[in-house]
Structure formats: structure tokens, C-alpha cells
């Protein structure tokens, strides 16, 4: 850890604080400024902001998980560039109701998913408002970014992992019950894409999104960059366990109810046609890989179900 010595104060004792309970993923702070440190390839950055009953309730996970979601979250969009973390900077808004210990332990969440993805914590800010805000901006490099506007028609389409876990546990509260322990962890610590997404853009992969917006608003925004329609079969999707026992409280077909979810931080990736490797993704990065459709020449985005078209729309962050 390499740091400026802070001034007298009660914020700068916040962040002494901090420093001393994340120090061994914690960059050169102190400054108002942060050298980012190099890489290989390209720089890649991005911004994500998670707000109290926006994106999450403090009744539902703990100041720990809150700063582990929004991490998580930010680093996913690391992962669908194919991108390695370097750093990242957290900017914390806490409410007049919080105590020191609820910061600290928001950044602990913070460091846990730096330890388990790479990167440093490279600073931030604090401040005071009226409910919890956490905004993450993510630091990495790539040697070939992949981007959204790549998918050609004629490439296939697979995702990461399991669908619908988030959403199952939102569903479950909303309802008064609680959440099995898979679905609740599938919302409280999501795990961003990181080495997955690395090995795709490596194996060739033409566009990439993280499914954050569900998985019906994230199809159609690579739809419209790649100028090509996506067609995707809702029978093939990956389902999370924690769907089955919560999607009949919507009435709906656990494999809808998924994909109508959101915030699974999965990555939807188009693949050459010729591309048939998806044993090689789970065994290198540990991460299953499913093919659930293939871009179209009609724009849009194109569902079916039991071989009957449905609407899948994009997934609302408030709660």
C-alpha cells in the first residue's frame, strides 16, 4: 500500500478507516487524483451507479453486499469488453441514519470482489445524502475490446451461466417470502464475467453485452448496434433453481420468467457460426456456456417459446 499521509478531519478518519480494513487491495490514495496503472492493449472504463430502492432495500442485503453489488456490477461491463480490471474508483453516498461501521463494511464488500477479480482501489469519494448511493467506475485493458456492433447474421448466440436468480429473490420478497439461499445470492453477489469474457474475445467472440437490463432489453441494444435482428429460443435458456418455485407466483413459464429478469450480470456473446466450443469456456474459466439463438438478417429482437412467439421486454431497475 503506498499512501499520501490525510489531514485531521472526520471524513479523512472515514477513509483511514477504510484504507486500514481493504489495504491489501488498495492502490496509492491520498491525492485528488489517481494514476491509473498500464496494461496491455487498450484502455477500457465505465460508470455504474446502484441507489437505494433503485437497485437494492437495506432490509434485504447487508452494507457488505451492497458494496460487493455494485462492484460486481460495474466490473460486468469490464467482462463483456473482454477486458482485465486494473483499478477502479468508489464514490459512496451514505444516509443521515448510517453509522462509520456500515461504510467500512460496504467497502469490504468492495474489496472482496477486487480479490476475487484483480484490480486496485484506486479512491473515490465520500459524502452525505439522503439515502445509500454507490457509483463505481471500473479501470481495465483489452488487446481487442469487443464491443456491441460486431455480430454478423449468421452468428450464433450463447450465454453464461444461469438466468432469472435476481430476479427470483426481488420476486420472493416482494412477496413476503424469503428467498432460497442460491436466489438471494444470485442478487446480493453477483459474479461479473471477467475471465469468461476474456476467453470469449479470445476465442473470437463479435459482440458482447452483460445482461443487466434483462435479457430483452440487452438482445435488442446488441440487435441494434450489429444493424441485424437477434432470434432467440426461450426453451434453450439456462434457468437459475431459484426460478422454479417463485415463477408460478407471476404465472409464468420459468424459462419467461427469466428471461424477463434483470441485473443477472450473465454475458449474452455472438459467436461465429462455425464456433462450437463451449466445453472449452467451462473448463478454463469454469463458467457453462449455452447457445440460445443466432443473428437474423429481420431487425429486432425475435422470442419464441414452445415454438411460439412471445414479447420479452427490457427490465426495470426499481423495486
Known sequence: MNTTPLGPGQEFDRIRSIATAVQDILGPIGNDTAAVPSG???????????????????????????????????????????????????AVVSPPDAHDADLVHLMQGVAG?????GGLLLGGD????????????????????????????????????????????????????????????????????????????KH???????????????????????????SLVLDALPVHPGVIPVAPLLKQAPALFAALGGEDYELLVAMPADWNDPSGCEAETGVRLTLVGEMVDTPGTHFTLHAEPVVVIGFSHRI
Not at 113 to 117: E, G, K, P, S, Y
Open 40 to 90: 496491455d492493449g487498450q484502455l477500457v472504463v465505465s460508470t455504474d451507479a446502484s441507489v437505494e430502492n433503485v437497485h437494492f432495500r437495506r432490509d434485504w442485503i447487508t452494507p457488505e453486499e451492497i458494496g460487493w453489488r455494485a462492484t460486481a456490477s460495474a466490473l460486468s461491463d469490464l467482462a463483456a469488453a473482454g477486458a482485465t480490471a486494473t483499478g477502479i474508483t468508489v
Open 113 to 117: 470482489v477486487l480479490r476475487a477479480n
Open 126 to 201: 465520500l459524502s452525505a445524502g439522503p439515502v445509500w448511493m454507490v457509483a463505481v467506475t471500473v479501470f481495465g485493458h483489452a488487446d481487442r475490446p469487443v464491443l456491441r456492433s460486431g455480430a454478423a447474421v449468421g452468428n450464433r448466440l450463447w450465454v453464461t451461466g444461469v438466468l432469472g436468480g435476481a430476479r427470483a429473490a426481488v420476486a420472493s420478497w416482494m412477496h413476503g417470502i424469503v428467498p432460497s439461499a442460491p436466489a438471494r445470492l444470485a442478487f446480493a453477489r453477483p459474479q461479473p464475467r471477467l475471465a469468461a469474457g476474456r476467453w470469449l474475445a
Open 204 to 230: 473470437g467472440a463479435t459482440a458482447m453485452i452483460d445482461i443487466s437490463d434483462g435479457l430483452g432489453g440487452d438482445a435488442a441494444h446488441l440487435a441494434a448496434a450489429s444493424v441485424a435482428g437477434v
